[in-house]
């Protein structure tokens, strides 16, 4: 089993310990804040269910089906979670609407933030874990679930301390006040997956550093080429495309071309993990004096 698909299966189980202590919180509350803490972590359990699933049909081989592979299963799962997160959010605003409407006391409150709080830490650590991996693995799935679980430790701790005010001041209305607040913040994160993996589906280039590394390694190891041009570069999930038109001298052989685009290939990968290079070679009046500068 690979790494990313060992931290999908810890984020399940995790997951199901989570929301089993934030349900038992809300259960011995009654707080419309803990509730939809709750209802962000059933978000939570499914997207994790569906980040393993595609985690898994990313890590597919090749097939004649699918050429290029499956790492753009990874980008549905992060669009699928994005709209969860919303729809979750606006079952908050029905759950908080109603709550400012008829606000009552709060039960065994502290009871209640303990329990959340050991919840929200569990969170917090494996969120941790999920960004720094997600990162590492180059896995949208993985971060797009460390960044939703960050998300909603930031709005646990913002509910703990809405909870601990209405009981402090005895203004129950800031209950579902608090769960309006955990929903609007809930809205932007959920925004914010959709956008970024909507990105990759639609084949935005690498950014700006990676691209920089690409052109050097090209320049430094095309040497007996004339230069490179029209250089395109997308990514999906975990692997990194790359094409671009590679001009030499007229005279020179097969072989040789031949030589110099394995070298450039080594090259990338090596500044770039899960790459896949594909050069066309040209002869010498192709080139256009525009693009890479190859260092002799």
Not at 23 to 45: C, F, I, P, R, Y
Not at 116 to 124: E, F, V
Not at 228 to 254: I, K, W
């Amino acid at each position: 089993m690979s790494a990313a698909l060992k931290l999908a299966l810890g984020s399940l189980l995790i997951g199901c310990v989570v929301l089993g202590l934030k349900a038992l919180a809300w259960w011995m509350t009654g707080s419309v804040a803990l509730l939809s803490d709750a209802l962000e972590s059933t978000v939570n359990l499914a997207t994790a269910f569906a980040a393993l699933v595609a985690i898994r049909v990313a890590q597919r081989p090749a097939d004649a089906g699918h050429p290029f592979g499956h790492h753009k299963a990874e980008f549905f799962s992060a669009v699928l979670e994005g709209v969860m997160i919303i729809v979750a959010a606006l079952f908050i605003l029905r759950e908080a609407w109603a709550g400012f409407m008829a606000p009552r006391a709060i039960d065994a409150p502290l009871e209640g933030l303990l329990v959340n709080g050991a919840a929200t830490a569990i969170n917090a650590v494996w969120a941790f874990v999920l960004i720094r991996q997600g990162r590492r693995l180059r896995s949208p799935a993985l971060l797009a679930d460390g960044r939703h679980l960050w998300a909603d430790v930031v709005t646990s701790v913002g509910v703990a301390v809405g909870v601990l005010l209405a009981v402090l001041t005895g203004w129950w209305v800031l209950d579902p006040v608090m769960a309006a607040l955990v929903a609007v913040n809930i809205l932007w994160s959920g925004s914010r997956v959709v956008r970024d993996s909507l990105s990759g589906l639609m084949d935005e280039a690498v950014p700006e550093d990676t691209l920089a590394l690409i052109r050097e390694a090209i320049s430094a190891e095309a040497h007996g080429a004339v230069e490179a041009h029209d250089l395109r570069t997308r990514h999906a999930g975990s692997a990194t495309f790359v094409e671009f038109h590679l001009v030499v001298p007229g005279e020179m052989s097969v072989f040789d071309a031949h030589e110099i685009c394995d070298r450039v290939e080594a090259g990338i990968g090596r500044a770039v993990p899960d790459v896949r290079v594909t050069i066309h070679v040209e002869p010498e009046h192709k080139s256009k004096q525009t693009g890479i500068v190859v260092l002799d």
